[in-house]
């Protein structure tokens, strides 16, 4: 029912009559599947780049938490020695690391840290679509 000023009213007999039909509700269906459609590859496309934000992040947390721990130390090394991930997060607790690598954003049992004490090299891939590599060194972070 409509309402025009001045109180008239006008009813829609189609509506009241017969409702939407098979076919408009299929059209309708089909509008919001094409548009579902166009949107989806930006949104699996904005996750992937979160999920490797995610990534970078923590590893730059983990950089900062090995420069601590060498400042700390009397004799100004790194951790000696090759660690997996609960490992490592039980060796430098200050680095608040999340509890399990996949809620890191890192690939289960890809997380590899490496060092002689003077210099450390870490491997890990990422958990998004493609496990994209990343190694990590004093030096910075570089994408394989």
């Given at each position: 029912?409509?309402?025009?000023?001045?109180?008239?009213?006008?009813?829609?007999?189609?509506?009241?009559?017969?409702?939407?039909?098979?076919?408009?509700?299929?059209?309708?269906?089909?509008?919001?599947?094409?548009?579902?459609?166009?949107?989806?590859?930006?949104?699996?496309?904005?996750?992937?780049?979160?999920?490797?934000?995610?990534?970078?992040?923590?590893?730059?947390?983990?950089?900062?938490?090995?420069?601590?721990?060498?400042?700390?130390?009397?004799?100004s090394?790194?951790?000696s020695?090759?660690?997996?991930?609960?490992?490592?997060?039980?060796?430098?607790?200050?680095?608040?690391?999340?509890?399990?690598?996949?809620?890191?954003?890192?690939?289960?049992?890809?997380?590899?840290?490496?060092?002689?004490?003077?210099?450390?090299?870490?491997?890990?891939?990422?958990?998004?679509?493609?496990?994209?590599?990343?190694?990590?060194?004093?030096?910075?972070?570089?994408r394989?």
């Amino acid at each position: 029912m409509m309402k025009f000023s001045g109180g008239r009213t006008i009813e829609s007999k189609w509506l009241k009559d017969h409702g939407l039909s098979l076919v408009e509700l299929l059209i309708v269906l089909a509008i919001i599947g094409i548009i579902a459609s166009l949107t989806m590859p930006i949104y699996v496309e904005n996750k992937e780049h979160a999920i490797l934000g995610v990534t970078r992040a923590n590893l730059k947390v983990i950089q900062n938490s090995l420069a601590t721990y060498m400042a700390n130390n009397a004799d100004s090394r790194y951790p000696s020695g090759s660690f997996n991930y609960a490992d490592f997060i039980t060796l430098i607790p200050e680095s608040n690391l999340p509890a399990h690598e996949t809620q890191a954003k890192f690939k289960q049992g890809t997380f590899s840290y490496m060092s002689d004490g003077i210099t450390y090299s870490i491997t890990v891939a990422s958990l998004n679509r493609t496990s994209a590599v990343f190694v990590l060194m004093p030096s910075g972070i570089n994408r394989l």
